[in-house]
């Protein structure tokens, strides 16, 4: 079945008329007094994840017709046709499959049979080698180069789980091509007691080769002797990684985008900080929220009734942002892996057939754990001109037994959900908070590498969600190529100082950068 786009669906219209008529009036104060159900509608559980949806400018029938939408668009066929493995990355013409990286090895009642063997071959493997990592005492630091999805989920998912890493372990992220990074942790490192992992799905970004060679010259300056024991290569270019000097490589494929790879073996440096058992469990959490996104009806299905509000929220009262508050600590990476996420895979003006949008698609995504968030720009989530939805994501059991320390974190957290919603009447101006302001509660009993694991693959599903209805292809990502492209031609003229045919301003700045 062809996709519908959105905008080309009846339903479409019939929301516009509902956000005419009531919907962009839509008081939540009002709604929760006329409508004793509301929580128990508006809130679900799905696997290890506990949603309320109730605080947003959403009613019952709202809901009624963006699940209309959804089918009218053809979602669920578009998403059995990711879990069938059919090549829904039109533009490269790729399969998208990071799901079949979490399914488990036994499940294999499909035509996937080959790939799936595959992915166990590579898990197996690359889980013995971060057991046999964490056994070996001399190694203490793991230096993971990446960037992007080669980055931000490992180096998330290691910040997230601090309290399950194996003591003795320091884990290092170098990223930016910016040589301050790397220069710090070299400082910081030996290279007797230090394993590099050059993490690259491809093996030819320039921040991250760049970063592994000097890397590597500086390993030899320094007296290391085995590159083949102190590098490991995980990518899908495995003939590249030899060219290099590694020996050590784990592949994975070229239907695992970038930013859905923490599950295959870019992976690593969080299986070899929690252990094999550890990475399983993070596996699994994420293939309970697959099965949940790919079985349970629309009206009870957690990513789509998110991607569904997220619609809703972008296209018809025309919020462009969504701040992300994780009141845990540890998750203060998750804005930043949200937004490779989200606005990597859904930041885009055309649909899957290259045909302009005239509608807003991705958000900005931002924020910061709380409580510190409140201390800096709550404010404008307050009392701003605009509204910005605000998803919180809460943890219920923690792992530390400071007294009285949770609870406070807790009580800020519903406090301020309330807030946003309730508000304030001040007739003097200044401490009137209008209220009215939406926000999403996501809550864990525990975050461990099960729940997290869901966590993750309810993000992934949601943005899927919304890049669905808006008829985009959500696994390229072409809006990187040009900067890459116009950065060598700039390095030359740095070099040479060639400013011909080049606008004034970056003239004017490459003749001071000289
Ligand atoms: O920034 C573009 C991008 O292609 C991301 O999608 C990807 O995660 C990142 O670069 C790193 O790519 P690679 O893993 O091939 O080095």
Same mark, same amino acid.
């Given at each position: ?43 679900? *559980?799905?696997?290890?994840?506990? !949603? ?50 979490? =399914? ?23 889980? +013995?080698? &971060? ?5 070996? %005492? ?45 220069? !710090? ?6 290279? !007797? ?18 970063? &592994?060679? *000097? ?48 599950? =295959? ?57 969504? =701040? ?51 201390? +800096? ?16 994501? +809460? ?7 400071? !007294? ?41 009993? %525990? ?6 694991? +869901? ?48 606008? &004034? ?10």
């Amino acid at each position: 079945m062809e996709r519908i786009r959105c905008d080309r669906t009846a339903t479409w219209r019939g929301l516009q008329n509902l956000f005419a008529n009531g919907g962009q009036t839509f008081d939540l104060r009002r709604a929760f007094a006329d409508d004793a159900g509301r929580f128990a509608a508006f809130s679900q *559980s799905a696997p290890h994840v506990f !949603a309320d949806l109730s605080k947003n400018l959403l009613d019952r029938e709202a809901q009624r017709l963006l699940f209309a939408l959804a089918r009218q668009c053809g979602l669920e066929q578009h998403r059995d046709a990711m879990f069938a493995g059919e090549t829904i990355n039109n533009t490269e013409q790729r399969q998208v499959m990071h799901w079949l990286l979490r =399914s488990p090895a036994a499940a294999g009642l499909d035509n996937l049979t080959s790939e799936r063997a595959q992915v166990h071959t590579v898990l197996d493997a690359m889980l +013995a080698y &971060a057991q046999s990592v964490r056994a070996d %005492e001399t190694i203490t630091d793991i230096v993971n180069i990446g960037i992007g999805g080669s980055d931000l989920g490992p180096q998330m998912a290691v910040q997230a789980l601090d309290s399950f890493v194996l003591p003795g372990k320091r884990f290092h992220f170098v990223s930016n091509v910016d040589g301050h990074e790397l220069d !710090a942790v070299l400082k910081r490192v030996k290279p !007797a007691s230090t394993l590099f992992l050059i993490a690259s799905k491809t093996f030819t970004t320039i921040e991250t080769m760049t970063n &592994a060679r *000097s890397a590597r010259q500086w390993f030899e300056a320094n007296g290391g002797s085995d590159i083949g024991r102190h590098f490991a290569a995980l990518t899908t270019n495995v003939a590249a990684a030899n060219a290099f000097g590694i020996r050590t490589t784990f592949g994975f494929w070229d239907w695992v985008g970038g930013r859905y790879s923490v599950w =295959s073996a870019i992976g690593l440096p969080l299986a070899i900080a929690i252990g094999e058992l550890g990475f399983r469990a993070f596996l699994a959490g994420a293939h309970e929220m697959d099965e949940h996104f790919r079985r349970a009806a629309l009206e009870s299905n957690l990513p789509v009734r998110l991607g569904l509000l997220d619609l809703w929220y972008r296209n018809f009262h025309r919020f462009s942002s969504r =701040s992300i508050a994780p009141y845990h600590s540890a998750l203060r990476r998750l804005p930043a892996y949200l937004q490779q996420l989200e606005m990597e895979s859904n930041g885009k003006c055309v649909d899957a057939h290259g045909q302009a949008l005239r509608f807003g698609t991705a958000p900005v995504l931002w924020g910061e754990p709380g409580t510190n968030g409140q201390h +800096a720009y709550f404010q404008m989530l307050h009392q701003g001109t605009d509204t910005v939805p605000v998803e919180f994501v +809460a943890v219920k059991n923690p792992r530390h037994d400071l !007294a009285g320390h949770h609870e406070l974190l807790l009580s800020n957290v519903l406090a301020q959900a309330q807030a946003l919603m309730v508000g304030q009447r001040d007739t003097g101006g200044h401490k009137n908070f209008p209220g009215n302001r939406p926000s999403t509660f996501l809550l864990l009993d %525990e975050l461990t590498p099960t729940t997290l694991g +869901a966590l993750i693959a309810l993000q992934e599903h949601r943005v899927f969600v919304s890049g669905s209805l808006w008829g985009l292809n959500s696994f390229d990502q072409w809006g990187v190529e040009l900067g890459k492209v116009l950065a060598k031609d700039v390095q030359a003229r740095l070099h040479s100082g060639d400013i011909e045919g080049l606008d &004034a301003s970056t003239a004017g700045l490459l003749q001071r950068l000289r």
